[in-house]
């Protein structure tokens, strides 16, 4: 089984920078590859949505509401993803979660790609 822990959420004003972290534990002994990772986020009364994905093939993807401020980045390892925000906005404000998938035909930013999820940590930009 493989295990995520998200860190590095907070509280922040609107213009400055976080950087979530996602700990995977037991990967090293999985029977499970892992073919994509992704960070996803949940604001109150919206559906998750995927805000960035890194590929095993080194492909990066990431929705257009966060172009060119975050960028997703891996430390293998360290068994670490990471989510750099930067220029936050209130609209970023959600519960961001970390997912892995074991699916060779994993797709970047679509939830029901991925199989493994963390427990979430909380953003919250304030204007």
């Known amino acids: 089984q493989v295990q995520l822990v998200e860190s590095g959420g907070g509280s922040v004003q609107a213009g400055g920078s976080l950087r979530l972290s996602c700990e995977q534990f037991g990967y090293t002994y999985s029977i499970y590859s892992i073919y994509c990772m992704a960070w996803f986020r949940q604001a109150p009364g919206k559906e998750r949505e995927g805000v960035a994905a890194i590929e095993s093939d080194g492909r990066r993807s990431y929705a257009d509401s966060v172009k060119g401020r975050f960028t997703i980045s891996q430390d293998n390892v360290k068994n670490t993803l990471y989510l750099t925000m930067n220029s936050l906005k209130p609209e970023d404000t959600a519960i961001y979660y970390c997912?892995?998938?074991?699916?060779?035909?994993?797709?970047?930013?679509?939830?029901?790609?991925?199989?493994?999820w963390g427990q979430g940590t909380q953003v919250t930009v304030s204007s």
């Open positions: 997912a892995a998938s074991s699916h060779t035909d994993c797709s970047g930013l679509y939830p029901s790609s991925y199989n493994f």
